[in-house]
């Protein structure tokens, strides 16, 4: 499995079409073959945390070229983010817990 770090911080002219465009990519990105799941955050000081999860490098590489997610990631480096870092890394292990409800 794969793992997505997208930290960002907007720019004031994000309010012009980003959030639109956020949630055209995440359509797309779901219906995308090895996506797993996402999940977003923004802390207290505007910081955006995307963590996004992929079946393996070779859908995520899809994923990356995309001719959509391309135009898209063109805009927001001219307009949407002041700043962003990416950081892909490979799950090595995972454990869980799971606190069920009693019936």
Do not use: C
């Not at 959030?19 to 000081?45: C, H, N, Y």
């Not at 994923?63 to 391309?70: F, M």
């Amino acid at each position: 499995m794969i793992i997505v770090l997208f930290r960002s911080r907007l720019t004031p002219e994000a309010r012009n079409g980003y959030d639109e465009m956020a949630q055209q990519m995440s359509k797309l990105a779901r219906a995308a073959p090895g996506f797993i799941a996402e999940k977003g955050f923004t802390a207290e000081d505007g910081e955006r945390l995307t963590v996004a999860w992929w079946q393996d490098e070779e859908t995520l590489t899809k994923w990356r070229s995309d001719v959509q997610h391309l135009v898209v990631q063109k805009v927001g480096r001219a307009k949407w983010y002041e700043y962003y870092k990416l950081e892909v890394a490979t799950l090595t292990r995972s454990n869980n817990f799971d606190r069920s409800p009693t019936v």
